[in-house]
């Protein structure tokens, strides 16, 4: 394990930490305000493509953190779809 790797690993699996800290936010407010679906795909796509690329650098720590985070983004979104229809479905309902 080299250094570059110990560091980015910890960063990544510190950001995985934070996105899922940002699944609890959205299960408790149960409510998606601000947030660009341009920018969650690309964060999302990018954290899937390092599962190829970060064990092609032989970077398992990386690698490992990188796990932690698309799990938190693929939880992330489909809270996000689940909140956006229901909020949906709640506005269309007839009075």
Known sequence: ???????????????GLFLLY??????????VRGISAVSVAFFT????WNLWYYP????WLSFSGG????????????MMIYYVRKE??????PK
Do not use: P, R
């Not at 940002?22 to 409510?31: D, E, I, R």
């Not at 796509?45 to 899937?48: E, K």
């Not at 092609?56 to 970077?59: A, E, G, V, Y």
């Open 1 to 15: 394990m080299t250094f570059g790797d110990t560091v980015n690993g910890l960063y990544e699996m510190l950001g």
């Open 22 to 31: 940002n699944c609890f936010v959205l299960y408790k407010h149960k409510q």
């Open 45 to 48: 796509t990018w954290s899937i």
């Open 56 to 59: 092609s650098l032989n970077q």
């Open 67 to 78: 796990c932690l985070i698309v799990v938190a983004n693929m939880i992330w979104i489909t």
């Open 88 to 93: 949906k479905s709640l506005t269309t309902q």
